[in-house]
């Protein structure tokens, strides 16, 4: 059975860190695309960072950029979010999602084809 599970979230200080997991069981992460998501209440739900197959590309949300870091560990058949310099508007439940294309994308949610429940993340003071 095809699965991904999030963890790491938490709440944490503006200015603070927290790294999210997404580990998958089912099938071998390096061959798939990986996007984390994210979804506010009421807003939305948005393109955080995503790394392609076997690591061809990664991309982030201009609102992530130079904050986030994407990561694999294909060992542990996990993918990592590490999160930097938190602000209040990063508050919300993030989501790991696998999509079979090559190259990851941000836009294309509907690629997306299994997802994980999601981990909240709340930064706050």
């Known amino acids: 059975q095809v699965q991904l599970v999030e963890s790491g979230g938490g709440l944490v200080q503006p200015g603070g860190s927290l790294r999210l997991s997404c580990a998958a069981s089912?099938?071998?992460?390096?061959?798939?695309?990986i996007g984390w998501f994210r979804q506010a209440p009421g807003k939305e739900r948005e393109g955080v960072s995503c790394?392609?197959?076997?690591?061809?590309?990664?991309a982030y949300a201009h609102s992530v950029k130079g904050r986030f870091t994407i990561s694999r560990d294909n060992a542990k058949n996990t993918v990592y979010l590490q999160m930097n310099s938190l602000k209040p508007e990063d508050t919300a439940v993030y989501f790991c999602?696998?999509?079979?294309?090559?190259?990851?994308?941000?836009?294309?949610?509907?690629?997306?084809?299994?997802w994980g429940q999601g981990t909240q993340v709340t930064v706050s003071s």
């Open positions: 089912g099938f071998t992460l390096d061959y798939n695309s």
């Open positions: 790394i392609g197959s076997r690591n061809l590309n990664t």
């Open positions: 999602a696998t999509s079979s294309d090559y190259y990851c994308t941000l836009d294309r949610l509907f690629s997306y084809d299994t």
